[in-house]
C-alpha cells in the first residue's frame, strides 16, 4: 500500500489536478491523507482521510498526517509526502522502486534555493518503517550554512539533522528543467515530479528575493531606521507593509510573478501533462 500525504490551504484549485495525476500514475492500491486548510467540505470525500484544519504550522500538519498514517499502515508500506501544488509526472512505483531498494528516503532537494541542503516536503518518500525507525519530523532547527554564508534552516531541517547524525545516506531528486521561468518555482526533479511552488501564496522564494535585491534593503538607512524605531512585536507587520522598503520590494516582486504564476497555471488546469512541454523542451512558447 502507498500512503499519501498531501496538504491543500485555502484553495481547492490544485485538487482536481493533483488526484488526477495520482490516478494516473500510481499502479498500486494506496490512500490519500490530506490536511484542507480554509476548503469547503464538498471536496473532503475526495480523500481517504482528511485531518482536523484548525493546525497551520505546515511542518506541525505533515507531522500529524504522518501520524495518522502509521496508525493504520504496515512498516513495509510506502509513505509518501507531496505538496498540494505537486504531481507525478512518470509511473510512481516504477521510478521509485528501483531507488526505494538502495535508499531508505528520495526527496526533493533544491539547492538552487540559496543552497538549500534538507529533504523537501514537496516530494519525499520512504517505508513507514523508516519514518518510525529515525522517529521522522518536519521540523524546523537544525541548521546549515547558506548560499550568503548565513546559518539557516527549514521545514526539514530536524529531518536533515536525524539523517547526518545517524550517517544516512538519502537520495535527492534535482531540479532537472531545460527551460527556468523562476529559479526556484515551476521546478521539474529528476523529471518525475512537479512542484509549482508558491502554489498556495503569493510570495516567491529565497533565492528569487535575493535575486530581486532583498537582502540588500536591510542594510538601507530607511530600513534600519524603520526596524529601530517600531516595537518588536510589530516589526514583521511594519516590514511587509508599504511604509517598509522592503514590504514595497517585495509587492513588485509578487506583481511580476502572479502573470508568470497565472499563465502557467491555465495551461496546468488545461493539461497537467504541459509542464513536461513547458520546462523539458525547447518547445516552450506560452503565447
Known sequence: MIYYATVHWNSDAWIDIQLSMLRKYTGNPYRVFAFLNGIDRKYY??????????????????????EAIMKEAEDSDWLIFIDGDAYPLQPVE???????????MVAIRRPENLGERQ???????????????????WAKGYQWINAMGNP????????????????????PLLRSNRINRHPVLFGIYAHFIYHHGAGFRAGASRQGYYDAGLYTIYKRWDARI?????????????RASLIHPEGRRKRRVHRALAAVKDEIFARIQS????????FLSDEHDLA
Open 271 to 278: 493539461d497537467p501533462e504541459s509542464v513536461k512541454q513547458l
Open 226 to 238: 524603520l526596524n529601530n524605531i517600531v516595537p518588536r512585536r510589530f516589526l514583521s507587520r511594519m
Open 45 to 66: 470525500p475526495r480523500f481517504d482521510k482528511v485531518l482536523d484544519a484548525r493546525e497551520r504550522k505546515h511542518d506541525v500538519k505533515l507531522d500529524r498526517l504522518a
Open 152 to 171: 539557516d534552516t527549514d521545514v526539514g531541517g530536524e529531518l536533515l539533522g536525524i539523517l547526518e547524525r545517524n550517517n544516512v545516506t538519502w537520495c
Open 94 to 104: 516504477e521510478v521509485l522502486a528501483p531507488l526505494l531498494d538502495d535508499y531508505p
Open 119 to 137: 529533504p523537501h516536503p514537496s516530494f519525499c518518500a520512504t517505508t513507514v518503517g523508516f519514518w518510525k525507525q529515525i522517529k521522522g519530523t
